[in-house]
């Protein structure tokens, strides 16, 4: 897939099964405007690798060192990204990295932070943890990636309540429901909102 277009590149970084990466890859396939220009991966063994694979999308599997020492950066500095989407990545990105790209990397979080964000707190941990503190309600985050785990600014959040009898897995349901129901969406409206439109370029 070219990269010379007048469409918006989308770069999605993915650690695991990769269901967000599905949707996105179904949203922009056929996209006037908008298409995923490859997939990255710190997981040789990510489902992620495939699904892209399989939509024709370039993929590119990376350790900590080459994340480290900025060969993944140049990687996808050639790719001319739009947005960097954060789905299901487990890493925390170098200063570096997320300063080569201002307000154009973003992550979905599986919890209404700043609650239940930070270090370690990933999938089944997040939601074992609402579960522990007996919280009413969960639901999403989008937000903008900086230095620290989780703490950039929030673009968007949705709720869904918690229920008495909700296990990890039932509650972990529903809450990817509302990711793959709203983070196509929300990608698509930051690139093509001009406030996604810095006027330095990254690269």
Not at 6 to 24: E, P, T, Y
Not at 55 to 60: D, E, I, L, N
Not at 103 to 119: M, Q, R, T, Y
Not at 121 to 129: D, E, I, L, P, S
Request: charge should be negative; proline fraction near 6%.
């Amino acid at each position: 897939m070219g990269t010379t277009s007048d469409k918006k590149n989308i770069v999605i970084f993915a650690s695991g099964s990769g269901s967000n990466a599905q949707r996105l890859l179904e949203q922009f396939e056929q996209h006037p405007h908008i298409q995923v220009v490859a997939l990255f991966s710190n997981n040789p063994d990510a489902y992620a690798l495939q699904r892209a694979q399989n939509f024709g999308v370039p993929t590119a599997v990376f350790d900590r060192a080459a994340l480290k020492s900025g060969e993944v950066l140049a990687q996808v500095q050639a790719y001319h990204p739009d947005l960097i989407v954060l789905a299901g990545f487990l890493w925390l990105l170098p200063s570096s990295f997320v300063q080569a790209f201002p307000d154009k990397i973003i992550n979905i979080h599986p919890a209404l932070l700043p609650k239940f964000g930070g270090k370690g707190m990933h999938g089944q941990h997040v939601h074992q943890a609402v579960i522990n503190a007996q919280e009413a309600e969960t639901g999403i985050t989008i937000h903008f990636v900086n230095e620290h785990y989780d703490e950039g600014a929030p673009i968007f959040q949705e709720r869904c309540p918690v229920q008495a009898d909700d296990t990890c897995e039932t509650l972990a349901a529903r809450v990817l429901t509302l990711e793959h129901r709203h983070l196509p969406r929300v990608v698509e409206e930051l690139l093509t909102s001009s406030k996604n439109s810095p006027e330095t370029p990254a690269a």
